[in-house]
């Protein structure tokens, strides 16, 4: 059934393949963010709208005609956030709560998706084991805190409401339309450094590892929650990754192999807000869903090259 889906934050990396996937499934999809070129989206099924997330009623009257919401609004990383703890509420998880008190204004919105982090909420461990939704959460970014709040308040709220919430933790997302004139993630840093012929930093020697999922598997988590059985005023809360697991130095390896360019590392000591293991467990989506990754690391990072070999790219 064709259903409006509205993607607020959705003129990014990760919105605009969802925004793919969703049209080529036969969808409608509203596209909201602060900074969108309508010029850019020619196709009939999707409607760009220029709406900061902080003003909520233009958000909400945005958004009236839609059944389903993707909320991929975050303006930190977790190398930025810890900068003021008051910015990060009032940028990132005031929006939120402020949107979903008033979603009774919205007669049609049923599901609620939000991104999360796989990556961040859960923090260091004594032991090196892929992590599953129970685990602790321990975060040492204000990024991962934030995340672990907006989660808090979503529950809160879907509870006393008639919607469905699902809250996805994905793990390290990379793939197509990734910005390489601001990369996140190592993957992205790392073809950004290839293409300009630059160098990158190096962590730890490359020694942390990293769960990795490519965004068209993301699109396909995040269309299965849209397509599960609606159940008013519940939550539920599932990993999204591959479940297995890859050192830095690992990655920067397959990438040499793939693009077959050398690349240039300056090594510098561990970060403050670097895990030093984070794979997930994905067997509760597996199960409650029938989802589970299709594409590996290494046809995933070969995707990325085609695409960028193919882009315009400048520095």
């Known amino acids: 059934m064709k259903q409006n889906i509205g993607i ?74 810890n900068e003021s703890l008051v910015d990060d509420f009032n940028i990132n998880i005031n929006p939120l709560i402020t949107f979903l008190e008033r979603t009774n204004e919205l007669p049609k919105f049923k599901k609620f998706v939000y991104l999360s982090s796989g990556g961040t909420i859960y923090g260091d461990l004594l032991e090196n084991k892929p992590l599953d939704e129970n685990s602790s959460k321990r975060p040492i970014s204000a990024y991962g805190l934030s995340k672990i709040v907006s989660e808090n308040y979503i529950k809160f709220l879907t509870n006393n409401s008639r919607i469905q919430s699902f809250i996805l933790r994905p793990s390290n997302v990379y793939g197509m339309y990734q910005n390489l004139l601001k990369p996140q993630g190592i993957i992205g840093f790392t073809f950004k450094s290839i293409v300009n012929n630059t160098s990158i930093d190096l962590y730890d020697e490359g020694r942390v590892t990293r769960d990795f999922i490519y965004v068209t598997d993301l699109a396909k988590a995040v269309y299965s929650c849209v397509n599960s059985e609606y159940k008013e005023s519940s939550t539920s809360i599932y990993n999204v990754g591959s479940q297995q697991g890859y050192t830095i130095k690992e990655i920067l390896d397959k990438i040499k192999i793939i693009a077959q360019k050398n690349i240039h590392t300056i090594p510098k000591s561990s970060r403050s807000f670097d895990c030093n293991y984070n794979v997930l467990k994905i067997e509760k989506i597996k199960r409650d869903l029938n989802w589970e990754p299709e594409i590996g690391i290494d046809e995933g990072l070969s995707k990325v090259w085609e695409w960028i070999k193919n882009q315009n790219h400048e520095e």
């Open 8 to 81: 607020v934050g959705g003129a990014g990396f990760i919105g605009k393949n969802l925004t793919d996937f969703f049209v080529e499934e036969g969808h409608n999809v509203t596209i909201i963010g602060r900074n969108i070129d309508s010029s850019k989206y020619t196709h009939s099924c999707i409607i760009p709208i220029q709406v900061d997330s902080n003003n909520t009623d233009q958000l909400l009257k945005s958004v009236q005609s839609c059944e389903v919401i993707i909320w991929l609004v975050s303006a930190s990383v977790p190398s930025t956030s």
